[in-house]
Antibody, heavy 120, light 110 residues
Framework: QVQLVESGGGVVQPGRSLRLSCAASGLTLSIHGMHWVRQAPGKGLEWVTGIDYDGNNKYYADSVKGRFTISRDDSKNTLYLQLNSLRAEDTAVYYC?????????????WGQGTLVTVSS | QSALTQPPSASGSPGQSVTISCTGTSSDVGGYNFVSWYQQHPGKAPKLMIYEVSERPSGVPDRFSGSKSGNTASLTVSGLQAEDEADYYCSSFAGSNHLVFGGGTKLTVL
């Protein structure tokens, strides 16, 4: 049974940083690509970033490039998202999601999400 | 990359069929067979319903089907059931290892 559990969300001031975690069980991160997808309140889905199965390649949406960093710790089977220089428009529920394959950009397992609110 | 275009709403009565469109460009939907569809119930995480234009993951009812013609992909839900009422999002590979989503369609079962 695949389970993804996000944590680390909260209220943060503009310009500050936050680190999100996604603890995985029932799957091995090094076999699948992994992604972060966000959803602003009442809005649609937005792909944020992904890391391929061997961790050698990382890709970012233009809206977060240079500010967010995806990483993972295989020994802890945990995915991370470092959010720097946060803006009000980064306010959203952040989901981690498993890629169906090494890198297909199809997401077959999702966490429950963690809410990030950027506000002064 | 711009978001794909979906109608904001769609509806149908139980037992009927409804089709939701997803329009992009030759740089995304039209250029690759990497279209997928997600179902999202209120307050829940999205669920993969269709991938690679028309493939269904294990456990997804065959009432859900996908297709593509040119720059437009479509999701058809046949034999509508009350539990199908949800938001539906399409997505497509958009080049440079990026993904773009549609704006979402709220499906109402009348």
């Amino acid at each position: 049974q695949v389970q993804l559990v996000e944590s680390g969300g909260g209220v943060v001031q503009p310009g500050r940083s936050l680190r999100l975690s996604c603890a995985a069980s029932g799957l091995t991160l090094s076999i699948h690509g992994m992604h972060w997808v966000r959803q602003a309140p009442g809005k649609g889905l937005e792909w944020v970033t992904g890391i391929d199965y061997d961790g050698n390649n990382k890709y970012y949406a233009d809206s977060v490039k240079g500010r967010f960093t995806i990483s993972r710790d295989d020994s802890k089977n945990t995915l991370y998202l470092q959010l720097n220089s946060l803006r009000a428009e980064d306010t959203a529920v952040y989901y981690c999601a498993r890629d169906l394959a090494h890198w297909s950009l199809w997401f077959d397992s999702w966490g429950q999400g963690t809410l990030v609110t950027v506000s002064s | 990359q711009s978001a794909l275009t979906q109608p904001p709403s769609a509806s149908g009565s139980p037992g009927q069929s409804v089709t939701i469109s997803c329009t992009g460009t030759s740089s995304d939907v039209g250029g690759y067979n990497f279209v997928s569809w997600y179902q999202q119930h209120p307050g829940k995480a999205p669920k993969l319903m269709i991938y690679e234009v028309s493939e269904r993951p294990s456990g997804v009812p065959d009432r859900f089907s996908g297709s593509k013609s040119g720059n437009t992909a479509s999701l058809t839900v046949s034999g509508l059931q009350a539990e199908d009422e949800a938001d539906y999002y399409c997505s497509s590979f958009a080049g440079s290892n990026h993904l773009v989503f549609g704006g979402g369609t709220k499906l109402t079962v009348l």
